[in-house]
């Protein structure tokens, strides 16, 4: 798939950093004298601290630092030096790096679809490595997007070796998102991509449960419909949520006006999950994230 702006300068020598660490005072003080004493410009601030008492403080900074990639060791070796004074976890990350996405479908198209636009407009600034579907459905979409696309069957009896060969295929990427996946990935597959795997369901659960959510759902006259994006766990639709939305319907809808909201929504709550974690403005604290939105 194309690579749009790929040297945009909005991006060069914009860096991410994120910082994990107990709270207590003078954290923000130290970090932002070490990025003004390498001569880096902090263009955007955001902070979170769980117990000012004694609690995690999280911190998230975007700043322009001219040759950043030539000066990412100094950068580096400062922010070792700092980390063991202040017991920082942190994590560097560049602007200008894609990262890679891998995504899973089976028939329904819409995710997938704005996942592809979103890319194609820089408003995802990633690269889809490939499509991998238990189906031939999508096949058409992946290939007219330029995208590497690999059909894995999977039946009850080939559901481990299907997923070994599927995990084979989509190789080290940096994300895999299930966009509407109708299967159930193992725990080996979840302990694959700790906190870079995100799913994409309805939000009736734990109501409505089956096989024909929307039917159940507009026989009992429910007023909103709505999708929720989440890490995946082993636990099943119990991982930490990213994000969330509803839209409201009426008396009038029927079980398609449902299904075709639901498709609206679903899509817009996983495309913005997706570019979060990609911009680095996703924390998990346990059950639970932090979003710097």
């Given amino acids: 798939m194309a690579d749009p702006g790929q040297h945009d300068p909005r991006v060069t020598d914009v860096g991410r950093l994120v910082v994990r660490c107990p709270d207590r005072p003078g954290i923000v003080h130290a970090i932002s004298g070490l990025m003004a004493g390498l001569g880096a410009n902090i263009t955007d601030s ?37 980390a063991g004074e202040w017991q920082l976890d942190w994590r560097l990350t560049e602007a200008g790096h894609r990262p890679t996405i891998a995504v899973f479908v089976s028939r329904t198209d819409h995710a997938l679809q704005e996942l592809i636009y979103r890319v194609r407009a820089g408003d995802l600034r990633a690269r889809i490595a490939c499509v991998v579907s238990n189906h031939r459905d999508l096949e058409p979409v992946a290939r007219a997007a330029g995208i590497p696309f690999h059909h894995v069957p999977v039946t ?9 060969r599927a995990l084979e295929l989509v190789g080290d990427v940096d994300l895999v998102v299930l966009a509407r996946y109708m299967q159930i990935v193992s725990a080996d597959f979840c302990g ?22 929307y039917q159940a759902a507009h026989d009992r006259g429910v007023k909103l419909i709505g999708a929720t994006a989440h890490y995946v766990t082993p636990e099943l ?56 939105a």
């Fill in 46 to 82: 955001q902070q979170h601290s769980s117990d000012p008492s004694g609690g995690t403080f999280t911190l998230r900074l975007e700043f322009v630092l001219a040759r950043l990639a030539e000066r990412r060791p100094e950068l580096e070796q400062r922010l070792a030096a700092l």
């Fill in 156 to 164: 009850p009896e080939s559901k481990a070796d299907a997923e070994a």
């Fill in 237 to 292: 639709d119990a991982g930490p949520i990213i994000e969330q939305e509803v839209a409201r319907v009426d008396h009038r809808a029927t079980v398609e006006d449902m299904r075709r909201v639901g498709r609206y929504v679903e899509r817009q709550v996983l495309a913005q999950a997706v570019t979060w974690h990609v911009e680095d403005r996703v924390i998990v604290e346990g059950p639970r994230t932090i979003v710097f």
């Fill in 192 to 213: 694959r991509f700790p906190e870079r795997l995100i799913n994409i369901h309805h939000s009736f659960l734990p109501a409505f449960v089956g096989a024909n959510p």
